[in-house]
């Protein structure tokens, strides 16, 4: 028996999709904005967004959100993940910071907040909050 039971297993070794299909990732993060009324090009054009504070962006980028990594990260250590990832992905850092912080900041969509998230208007897959839909 594996924590909780065999869901729980499943979450545990499924692979990190994440890592796998980064450039889908980002592609079910700008459609969850759009279908929740956000242009995220033009919020990017903008530069709106501005950048998460250290501990909040631990909390997306860590393993209870989007996994992009196995363990709950230091908030000191976020940035580099999220920079280490975008390289993997072939994507520009301080873009995909701004749309994160579009997909999480109160004052923008607010869909992955740090207090409660909205997980039922959200259409990120790789998600490992997932279980709890």
């Not at 070794?13 to 993060?29: G, S």
């Not at 962006?57 to 990832?85: C, F, M, N, Q, S």
Request: proline share 5%; net charge positive.
């Amino acid at each position: 028996m594996v924590g909780g039971g065999m869901t729980q297993a499943y979450y545990w070794f499924r692979r990190n999709q994440a890592w796998q299909r980064p450039q889908e990732l980002l592609q079910q993060v700008r459609a969850t904005l759009a279908r929740n009324g956000l242009d995220p090009d033009e919020g990017l054009k903008r530069a709106v967004a501005g950048e998460l504070p250290g501990d909040y962006l631990a909390r997306l980028v860590g393993a209870g959100r989007l996994g992009l990594t196995h363990t709950v990260p230091v908030p000191a250590e976020a940035g580099d993940i999220l920079a280490d990832w975008c390289r993997h992905a072939g994507e520009d850092p301080r873009m995909v910071g701004a749309l994160l912080a579009l997909f999480a900041r109160e004052q923008h969509s607010g869909i992955c907040n740090a207090a409660a998230p909205k997980c039922t208007v959200c259409d990120v897959k790789f998600c490992k909050r997932l279980r709890y839909r």
